[in-house]
């Protein structure tokens, strides 16, 4: 037997070691396991800047689902046009018991099977076969970018997925493009990020929604009997 043999198994160096622990976690951050009870956490997939992707937070997310949900009604399609929080929250609280899609440019997303649709501004119309026109209650769209160009090109989408209801989050500053090209309105509710954006940030919708509701206004309390 030859020294080699005694010797164990090769040992990596501390300056190997990191660079392969670094290449597995840029491995996990392009490809995530999505296969554990959580796989529908806001954040388990990590925002790409370059892509000007920002998360709800959770409070957020969950105001949003609940009214999609209720403007849906029981039996309702969601389409979440570039808004991957209130897909995820939709996921995790209805699991299977709410039809709903995922329309990202992001191909990680992918990890979701078919509920993934790719999809791109650019080309707001090129959208699979097996997506047909008008066959969702509700579509809650987040465009990307804070340009009238953006939100006219999503726009299209918009029209050509909803069978009326319409849920849009983006900028303040768009409100009059948002009234102009989908005719949807301000709400009371005022969403907010898991970071501090520089832009305000609104809801827009075209339909009776919770979300303009002031929550403010507390209901009496009942005494008992006395």
Not at 34 to 54: A, M, P, T, V
Not at 205 to 213: A, E, F, I, K, Q
Request: glycine share 6%.
């Amino acid at each position: 037997m030859s020294d080699s043999e005694d010797e164990g198994p090769p040992q990596l160096s501390s300056y190997a070691l990191a660079a392969l622990q670094e290449f597995y976690a840029e491995q996990q951050q392009h490809h995530p396991d999505l296969r554990g009870d959580d796989k529908y956490n806001i954040g388990i997939i990590e925002e790409n800047w370059q892509l000007s992707q920002f998360w709800y937070s959770p409070e957020t997310a969950l105001r949003l689902a609940e009214d999609a949900v209720a403007a849906a009604g029981e039996g309702g399609r969601i389409a979440c046009v570039s808004a991957p929080s209130v897909y995820q929250k939709l996921r995790e609280l209805h699991r299977d018991a709410v039809s709903v899609c995922i329309f990202e440019y992001d191909r990680r997303f992918a990890a979701y099977g078919e509920d993934f649709v790719y999809y791109d501004y650019k080309n707001p119309v090129d959208l699979p076969e097996r997506i047909a026109t008008h066959s969702f209650d509700i579509v809650v769209a987040d465009p990307p970018y804070l340009s009238e160009e953006c939100l006219r090109k999503m726009s299209e989408t918009i029209k050509l997925l909803t069978r009326g209801k319409i849920l849009l989050c983006t900028g303040a500053v768009m409100e009059e493009a948002a009234a102009k090209l989908l005719g949807v309105k301000m709400c009371k509710f005022i969403p907010e990020h898991t970071r501090t954006l520089g832009n305000e940030f609104r809801c827009f919708v075209n339909y009776d929604s919770g979300l303009d509701r002031d929550l403010s206004v507390q209901l009496p309390v009942q005494e008992g009997p006395k």
